[in-house]
């Protein structure tokens, strides 16, 4: 299966307010997985006339806009009006296919990615008509839940601590982020999931059904 891994850093969580400036997709082929450097990347900042945001989200991304108050655009920079268009034949380079209406479906994964990126996404010009989201997404937290003492899904650190990843910090740039969630998720590609949970659960006998 190929899914795109992609993260978003914005200028707040509200998406009828607040503004996409960094976007991250990354191609993971979980029949031929890659290095992480080999990975097909695109990534693209993206420039707003004027910017409004919270406190604490501007504040978490200043590098990135001290980016994009740089007075020369650089390649991997756009506008929201181009983000869309620009990503698509990125993934039409990498066999990405249309459907009748000229769409291409894409599989998507991200730490809260239906809750939080998809909001944002689905005001994208050319999204819907362009791109459009399966309804099935993946969210590495489901893979790290401890189901008898969490009480809401874990964070983006504690899914990487629990991994035992090398560094157990989030980087909150896009294209970071996006590679942790392949980091995440590899370890499950051997088996299909339910039967992981089997094979951890030896005493356990199967669900009739």
């Not at 009006?81 to 698509?88: G, I, K, T």
């Not at 050319?126 to 099935?136: H, I, K, N, Q, R």
Request: contains cysteine; negative net charge; hydrophobic residues 40%.
């Amino acid at each position: 299966m190929r899914y795109i891994s992609l993260d978003l850093e914005c200028t707040g969580g509200n998406p009828d307010r607040h503004q996409i400036i960094e976007l991250a997709a990354i191609i993971e082929d979980t029949k031929r997985p890659l290095p992480l450097e080999e990975l097909p990347t695109f990534r693209r900042a993206v420039r707003h006339p004027e910017y409004v945001g919270t406190a604490g989200a501007l504040a978490l991304n200043a590098g990135l806009m001290q980016e994009l108050a740089e007075k020369e655009p650089r390649a991997d920079h756009c506008t929201i009006q181009e983000l869309v268009p620009q990503l698509r034949e990125f993934l039409l380079a990498y066999g990405y296919k249309p459907d009748q209406r000229g769409r291409l479906g894409l599989v998507l994964a991200g730490k809260n990615i239906g809750s939080f990126d998809l909001g944002f996404l689905r005001l994208l010009p050319g999204w819907g008509t362009l791109l459009y989201a399966e309804p099935a997404m993946l969210d590495p937290a489901v893979f790290y839940l401890n189901w008898k003492k969490d009480s809401r899904l874990p964070t983006m650190a504690i899914c990487k601590a629990r991994a035992k990843l090398e560094d157990p910090t989030v980087a909150h740039t896009a294209v970071a982020d996006a590679l942790d969630v392949i980091r995440l998720l590899r370890p499950f590609y051997g088996l299909p999931f339910y039967k992981q949970v089997l094979a951890a659960e030896p005493d356990e006998e199967p669900l009739a059904g």
